[in-house]
C-alpha cells in the first residue's frame, strides 16, 4: 500500500537513469500524486555551497530528485516535534519545517546534524502516475526503519535493502547494472 512513509525501491530495470537504484521515502501519497526523496544519491556538494549565507555546520547534499533541483529541503529524525513547522512522516522522521528553528538546533546541539539529510530537488509523480509504474513493475514498496535511511555509506543503501529482504529481493540485489558487461 502506498502511503507516507513507504520505501520505493527501483527494480534494476527499470530504465530511467535518474532512478537507477534508487531508494525513495514517499513523503506524500493522496488523490492529486505523490512526492518523496532519493535516500541515497549523494552529490558532491555541500549546504554550505549552495546557500547564500554560510551556516555554522557542514552537511552533503543528495538529489532528492529530479524536480525543483533549485530547491533545498530536509528531513530530520528526531524523538518528538521539536522543529517548527515539521511534518511528521513516521516513527522519528519529520520533513521540513523552519529552516532558521534548525540551524539555532543544531548550533545549540539541541539537535545532531547527523540526524539531518539535506536535498535538492524532489522525486515527484502526478495522479495515478506511481500506481501506473507499480503496476509497470517498476517499483518494489516496503518499509525500512529510519535510521537505515541515514546510513554513512548510502551508495550500498539499495543493495543492502534488497538483500536484508530476502529470497527473489537477494537475487536482485545482485543483479549488474549492465547485464551486457557481466
Known amino acids: 500500500m502506498l502511503e507516507r512513509g513507504k520505501i520505493l525501491i527501483s527494480e534494476p530495470f527499470l530504465g530511467d537513469a535518474t532512478f537507477e537504484r534508487s531508494v525513495v521515502l514517499l513523503c506524500e501519497h493522496n488523490d492529486n500524486g505523490a512526492f518523496g526523496f532519493m535516500l541515497n544519491k549523494s552529490t558532491s556538494l555541500t549546504i554550505n555551497a549552495v546557500l547564500e549565507e554560510t551556516v555554522p555546520f557542514e552537511q552533503d547534499l543528495f538529489l532528492g530528485g529530479p524536480v525543483a533541483q533549485d530547491s533545498l529541503f530536509f528531513l530530520i529524525r528526531q524523538e518528538e516535534a521539536i522543529l517548527n513547522g515539521a511534518m511528521h512522516i513516521k516513527d522519528d522522521l519529520y520533513w521540513g519545517g523552519d529552516f532558521e528553528h534548525l540551524k539555532v538546533l543544531i548550533k545549540e546541539e539541541v539537535l545532531d546534524i547527523n540526524n539531518c539529510r539535506f536535498f535538492l530537488g524532489y522525486s ?48 536482485l540485489s545482485n543483479y549488474p547494472i549492465d547485464p551486457r558487461l557481466n
Request: no cysteine; charged share 25%; proline share 2%.
Open 124 to 171: 515527484g509523480w502526478s495522479e495515478e502516475q506511481l500506481e501506473a509504474e507499480l503496476e509497470n513493475d517498476s517499483w518494489i514498496v516496503t518499509d525500512i526503519h529510519s535510521e537505515e535511511m541515514f546510513v554513512k555509506n548510502p551508495q550500498s543503501m539499495w543493495q543492502t535493502i534488497l538483500r536484508n529482504m530476502g529470497g527473489e529481493y537477494k537475487a
